[in-house]
């Protein structure tokens, strides 16, 4: 399974990642905080679908989790 250097895969299951945009065509992108896998690398909010969770209520939980 292919990876970033220095991070470890995600578990395999069904994931998805968000692409927030807001006003002005602006795209919402997290940076890894120093001390995680990949410091400074800059990517969407993704993540895992949790067991009896629609895939769109994990990408907005995921976003919260991610951005606050």
Same mark, same amino acid.
């Given at each position: 399974? $292919?990876?970033?250097?220095?991070? +470890?895969?995600?578990? $395999?299951?069904?994931? !998805?990642?968000?692409? $927030?945009?807001? /006003? ?6 997290? !940076? ?5 896998a =990949? +410091? /400074?690398?800059? %990517?969407?909010?993704? /993540?895992? =679908? @949790? %067991?009896? @969770?629609? +895939?769109?209520?994990?990408a @907005? !939980? %995921?976003?919260? @989790?991610?951005?606050g």
């Amino acid at each position: 399974m $292919p990876h970033v250097a220095g991070r +470890p895969p995600c578990r $395999p299951g069904p994931a !998805r990642s968000a692409i $927030p945009q807001g /006003g002005k065509g602006r795209t919402l992108l997290l !940076r890894q905080a120093p001390g995680n896998a =990949v +410091p /400074g690398l800059w %990517e969407m909010p993704c /993540g895992q =679908v @949790e %067991e009896g @969770e629609s +895939p769109e209520h994990a990408a @907005e !939980r %995921e976003l919260r @989790e991610a951005a606050g």
